[in-house]
């Protein structure tokens, strides 16, 4: 195995047991270790960048740094400005507290540090630790702990294409009462509901909570969530290309290239007058 520069992110921000906990799987890889991770929580941040207002990182040694943005805004932070003479060769995005799975993926800002990652061309892996949220009991990091450098060592010697990130999700669990690995597809829960709950401060103004009320239920076997309810650890492979090519096949042969040329020319009355200017009209798809 060649050598390792190893980038780790989060979306927990960087006063986190996660952090350290993945800090710890990185140096059991390499001793070449940067820290770029968001100054406070940024779940459900997604894959967003910090546009409307300027970033401030803070320094907290040689290789920690906290940026006042999302994990996307770190890892562009850490690859064009602090590490840009010499590029990470893997970036690790987690250990986020909670799973990453099925529908989580679209929502994620730990998806989201190693999809930047990924987009950069440098291999990518997010790492996340299940725990049991409704009794809220200890996050077993032993498990991530554990078993996080033995696998991330594997993917490394199979390799994967540069437009893929693995995600790994770990099951709550010990670490010795783990299954086993599957690879499996990213699932999708059977119900996930958005949940707006209303409070009213002190001067008597409405403010609103946004959360999801979930419940535990029967996995597809297959599936990340299926493989973490079976204590098992999952690898699924996500592609940051999101066409879906069926569809798109279907749509080629129903719809034609000309249609719009033909909606146009529908618009002239027989005798060859043109309808009211075009340049009036909406554009397709505006009310």
Request: net charge negative; proline share 6%; charged share 25%.
């Amino acid at each position: 195995m060649s050598a390792l520069r190893i980038l780790l992110t989060n979306d927990d921000g960087i006063h986190t047991k996660g952090l350290e906990v993945a800090e710890t799987i990185a140096r059991a890889l390499t001793d070449d270790v940067w820290v770029v991770a968001p100054e406070t929580e940024q779940s459900g941040a997604s894959h967003s960048l910090t546009l409307a207002r300027p970033l401030r990182m803070r320094k907290a040694d040689a290789r920690h740094f906290a940026v006042t943005g999302t994990p996307t805004d770190c890892v562009m932070m850490a690859t064009t400005h602090l590490m840009k003479d010499s590029q990470p060769t893997l970036v690790l995005s987690g250990v986020n507290r909670g799973v990453n799975a099925a529908d989580d993926v679209t929502y994620s800002g730990t998806i989201a540090g190693a999809m930047e990652g990924c987009a950069l061309d440098i291999p990518s892996i997010a790492l996340s630790q299940a725990y049991n949220f409704e009794e809220k009991r200890e996050v077993q990091w032993a498990c991530a702990e554990t078993h996080g450098p033995v696998l991330i060592r594997k993917l490394i010697e199979i390799g994967w294409p540069k437009d893929v990130l693995i995600n790994v999700n770990f099951p709550d669990c010990p670490p010795d009462e783990v299954k086993g690995v599957e690879i499996v597809a990213q699932g999708k829960r059977d119900l996930q509901e958005a949940v707006i709950d209303k409070r009213i401060d002190m001067r008597g103004y409405p403010y609103f909570w946004i959360g999801f009320r979930r419940e535990r239920v029967s996995a597809k076997p297959g599936t990340d969530l299926g493989a973490l309810y079976a204590k098992k650890i999952s690898v699924t492979p996500l592609q940051l290309n999101l066409t879906e090519t069926t569809v798109m096949e279907t749509l080629k042969k129903q719809i034609d290239s000309t249609l719009l040329l033909r909606v146009e020319g529908d618009q002239r009355s027989p005798a060859g007058h043109s309808q009211p200017d075009s340049r009036t009209a909406k554009p397709f798809g505006e009310g």
